[in-house]
């Protein structure tokens, strides 16, 4: 062997050695414990009396003075347990009734999870199951030959850090978990139309020309605002039919109010003669009444009768004492009872002509009345108002023509067919004004479902793209199905204040069938998929955590958390994917 071959013999040897060494640990893992010991024995690197290692594969080394536990999360076939083996610094296994563990781990958020173990062969199993994510800070204690053992360490999985700017840029939002009413139902397509009750078709109502124009499309106006101005000479010919009309009334019910009065007087007067008053008392009532042509008729025959009364009477009373003959006493007899007849009949025909006159002068005013009536109709269904048509004068002929043209009803106008100096035509549907502030949403219903349908359920509507969301009641069910398609026709009526929802969008339509109380629960878009676990991102200061949840039921807003969360956890409500993508950047790892 040469000098050179010679000078290289130590490091064979060391070359040879190092490889039957790492052969040793790898058959033998405890191997590697005993090779810590004598590291640390002679002084080597690390420390005998507080030491935490952490092994991938072998689980969690924890050394202090002449303990060492070896902690692992087991959970293969199982739900995770934490599996102890205690072990002296001789390396000899500590049997599991010589010695007593306990295990606290603190989460995110402040819950402590607290472990207590029981024996089996000679590893210390525990009772409880360490829930995911394995994410904690650990505080492990040890009771063993009457002395107090304590590690600590942390475990970070499926959490990251995000500052409030970064998420508030990302538009994370944060709501906390609570109880809701949860709705069973069922889902159809409708599409968002006009409140048919709302929408008004403005016509002018007969032919004119439009002289000007002030509202347009998209413009919003109140009930009785002017739309536009037109010209038209069949108005100016209601307007004056109109004028005529109430000038033929004046004084109709001037002569009906007369006659009214002479009719009362009259009835009174008649009254009083069926009393047989005297003269004089008869003579100053009659001065104080208006009585017409019955005072001239009335009077003298009044007077007639009572002079041939007075004469009947005297001639009696003679023909009684034998002073006046017969003849004399039968004349007078006979003149009186020809004036009563007279006066008598006379009283029944002014009765009558009373009674005929006030009728006549009655049907007179009502004939002229309903012309002004008919004629006041005619303007208010051609637009104008009440004010307007008590306004009409002849003074004012120069505005017959002008025709304004007014809103029905308070809304915007959605069409409009007409501009200046148009001629348009009595039905022409020059404008289409509807009031927005409420829409229809009608509902396509197939028959197989109507036996679950019933008027009166509750409704959610949900327009996707717009994320618009809102709530109504099923408000009418069509009683004939289509023949084509087999559905009938359902109605929700949904309030639009902000005027976010339009006719003819497509919606979503989900009819409630029956609501369901649970304690806690999330918005269905804070739910993730995260390695195979259904998560919630929960939040705690800048840290975001995934949390394993068991899932319950759904209303397609929100879903049950039966377990997993509490009720008041912060979570991610809006954007939960921005974090799950924060997690795979920041390779989080599942270790135990």
């Known amino acids: 062997m040469n000098k050179k071959n010679e000078n290289r013999l130590p490091q064979i040897l060391f070359f040879i050695l190092l490889v039957a060494g790492i052969g040793w640990l790898i058959q033998d893992p405890n191997s590697l414990s005993r090779f810590k010991d004598l590291l640390f024995e002679k002084g080597g690197v690390g420390s005998s009396h507080d030491l935490v290692n952490d092994d991938h594969h072998g689980g969690r080394e924890l050394a202090k003075d002449n303990l060492k536990l070896l902690v692992s999360i087991y959970e293969k076939g199982v739900p995770p347990q934490f599996r102890i083996e205690a072990k002296d610094n001789t390396g000899k296994t500590i049997l599991p009734a010589n010695i007593s563990l306990g295990i606290k781990l603190k989460r995110l958020g402040g819950k402590i999870d607290s472990f207590t173990f029981f024996p089996a062969g000679q590893q210390l199993i525990s009772r409880e199951v360490v829930t995911e994510p394995h994410s904690f800070d650990a505080e492990v204690t040890a009771l063993w030959q009457g002395k107090n053992y304590t590690w600590n360490f942390s475990q ?3 959490r990251t850090e995000i500052s409030d700017e970064i998420a508030q840029i990302s538009e994370i939002k944060i709501a906390k978990a609570a109880s809701a009413t949860l709705s069973v139902s069922q889902n159809f397509t409708g599409e968002v139309g006009l409140d048919e009750g709302k929408v008004a ?3 002018p109502r007969l032919d ?4 000007h124009v002030f509202q347009h499309l998209g413009d919003n106006v109140q009930e009785g605002e002017t739309l536009a101005v037109l010209d038209s000479r069949e108005l100016a010919d209601a307007k004056g039919s109109h004028i005529k009309a109430k000038k033929k009334l004046e004084p109709a019910l001037l002569d009906l109010e007369r006659q009214e009065l002479l009719f009362k007087n009259t009835s009174k007067l008649l009254e009083l003669l069926s009393r047989d008053q005297d003269m004089s008392s008869l003579d100053k009532t009659l001065d104080e009444m208006i009585l017409g042509e019955v005072r001239a008729q009335l009077i003298p ?3 007639k009768w009572k002079q041939t009364h007075a004469a009947y009477i005297r001639e009696k009373k003679l023909f009684d004492k034998k002073i006046s003959s017969e003849s004399d006493f039968l004349a007078a007899r006979e003149q009186h009872q020809s004036a009563g007849a007279q006066y008598n ?11 005929r006159a006030l009728l006549e002068k009655q049907k007179i005013a009502e004939k002229f009345s309903l012309d002004v009536k008919t004629t006041a109709q005619k303007l208010l269904a051609l637009g104008l108002t009440l004010e307007e048509i008590e306004e009409l004068s002849f003074d004012e002929e120069h505005r017959f023509t002008q025709y304004d043209l007014r809103s029905p009803l308070t ?11 148009e001629a348009v035509g009595k039905n022409d549907d020059i404008y289409v004004i509807a009031n927005l502030s409420s829409l229809w949403v009608n509902v396509a219903i197939p028959a197989r479902f109507l036996g679950t349908i019933k008027v009166g359920q509750k409704a959610r509507i949900i327009e996707e793209h717009q994320g618009l969301k809102t709530r109504g009641v099923l408000s009418y069910l069509g009683s004939v199905i289509d023949e084509k398609t087999r559905s009938v026709t359902g109605r929700v009526v949904i309030a639009n204040p902000k005027r976010s929802w339009r006719p003819g969008m497509y919606v979503d339509v989900d009819l409630v069938q029956s609501e369901i109380k649970v304690p806690v629960s999330v918005v269905n878009s804070a739910v993730q998929k995260f390695r195979g676990w259904d998560v919630v991102f929960v ?4 840290f975001y955590e995934a949390r394993p949840v068991t899932l319950g039921r759904t209303d397609g807003q929100r879903i049950e958390i039966i377990e997993g ?3 008041g956890e912060p979570y991610v409500s809006q954007n939960s994917f921005a974090i799950k993508a924060e997690l795979g950047k920041s390779g989080a790892t599942h270790s135990h």
């Open 201 to 203: 078709h403005v016509l």
């Open 156 to 158: 970070i999985e499926a």
């Open 565 to 567: 969360l509490n009720k």
């Open 411 to 421: 809304g915007e106008v959605i069409q409009k067919h007409l501009a200046v100096g």
């Open 539 to 542: 939040k705690y200061g800048n």
């Open 301 to 303: 025959a009044l007077a």
């Open 208 to 211: 004119a020309v439009v002289t």
């Open 345 to 355: 009949a006379l009283k029944e025909k002014i009765a009558y002509d009373n009674q």
